[in-house]
């Protein structure tokens, strides 16, 4: 081991890709006065600074050259009560599906769709996360935070957030810039369920149905559909569903017209990552310590010894294959360090 990491060995980072990491250093965040040490570090030391919550959307380096910032703040607030709904303030680092479990415990309805994704609060709004035909966006009131070069408190409202299909402007120019420390949301009173999404509806089946039992079935699903991080080390959704225009589309159903469309609001259309990476045969493809899943084309799986290199090459040549044989470009979901 060098010098340099054996000095930062102390600062692994946990990832749900198992992936060995070291950060130059830690920091937890429990006010503003942390902020204003972690700036006052960034500016001796010339590293930068770098939000994390519980590593499961980061495919990280072994090494890390910066300081990490973890929110510790879980607490839950009722914000305002009315007859219909409620506005709660979240803290950064309480666990996402806690919050799902115990809003929908509450009789506060709308997360249960989003049961079981993995991360903290804190993560939610960078990739707007998603699931079973709902998003984060589709919630929030308000983003509290940071901004970590002044070093003042903001709060952005939904809109300000620039939410679309897995992004944010946190994702974009905000990234890195702005430490989220809790979020603004808007539950119902009244269970007006989401059970549409076509996998969702054939477990639920037809006929009345509750929050909890969408939550449990949305749990059910995943279990069964995904591969476990702590037996299969990944990342979820490795590849996002690549969104044509009608000319894209057009062209690639002329060859494959089986492939699964999924038309949004704007007259373009995602279509499934994970039918064109298993049509190209890659499901259950393996390589070294990496494989692509045999449970999910989309996820792409570790042995929990596999170092940041060894997935992206794996990744490139998904991409490669899947661009060779449709023409369409995948693009990473999770965030690439280093
Ligand atoms: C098995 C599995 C299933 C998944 N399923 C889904 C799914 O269905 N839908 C979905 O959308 N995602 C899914 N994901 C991805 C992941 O769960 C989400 O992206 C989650 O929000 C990441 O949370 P985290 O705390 O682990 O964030 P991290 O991975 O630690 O960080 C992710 C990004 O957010 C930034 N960030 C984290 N915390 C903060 C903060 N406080 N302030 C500013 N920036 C911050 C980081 O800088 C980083 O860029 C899945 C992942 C796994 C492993």
């Avoid at 699903?221 to 995904?226: G, I, K, S, V």
């Avoid at 190209?280 to 449970?295: D, I, P, T």
Wanted: charged residues 15%.
């Amino acid at each position: 081991m060098s010098k340099a990491h054996s000095q930062i060995a102390g600062n692994a980072i946990a990832n749900t890709l198992a992936l060995p990491c070291a950060a130059r250093k830690r920091i937890n965040i429990t006010g503003h006065q942390d902020v204003l040490a972690a700036i006052a570090w960034s500016a001796e030391s010339g590293l930068p600074l770098m939000p994390l919550g519980a590593g499961s959307n980061v495919v990280l380096p072994p090494v890390l050259d910066a300081a990490v910032l973890n929110v510790l703040d879980s607490s839950t607030t009722l914000l305002a009560d009315a007859q219909d709904a409620v506005i709660l303030r979240v803290g950064a680092g309480k666990p996402w599906h806690e919050l799902v479990v115990e809003t929908v415990g509450s009789g506060y309805f709308g997360l249960e769709n989003l049961a079981l994704i993995p991360g903290l609060v804190g993560a939610a709004p960078v990739q707007n996360i998603g699931a079973y035909g709902k998003e984060f966006g589709d919630f929030v009131v308000a983003v509290h935070g940071f901004d970590l070069v002044t070093g003042l408190a903001q709060t952005l409202s939904a809109s300000d957030c620039e939410f679309a299909y897995r992004d944010s402007v946190f994702k974009q120019k905000l990234q890195d810039r702005f430490l989220i420390t809790a979020v603004d949301i808007e539950l119902s009173r009244k269970a007006e369920l989401n059970s549409d999404y076509p996998v969702l509806k054939s477990r639920i089946g037809s006929g009345p149905v509750s929050a909890q039992a969408v939550l449990d079935a949305v749990v059910a699903l995943r279990l069964e559909r995904l591969p476990d991080p702590a037996s299969a080390p990944n990342a979820g959704s490795f590849f996002k569903n690549p969104i044509l225009d009608a000319g894209q589309l057009l062209e690639l159903q002329s060859n494959e017209p089986e492939v699964p469309v999924y038309p949004l609001p704007n007259g373009l259309c995602k279509v499934s990552a994970a039918w064109l990476i298993e049509q190209a045969g890659l499901r259950g493809h393996s390589l070294g310590r990496v494989g692509v899943s045999k449970q999910h084309a989309l996820v792409l799986v570790t042995n929990g010894s596999a170092e940041q290199s060894d997935v992206l090459e794996l990744a490139r040549h998904v991409h490669s294959a899947v661009q060779k044989r449709f023409g369409v470009s995948l693009e990473a979901e999770p965030r690439i360090y280093g």
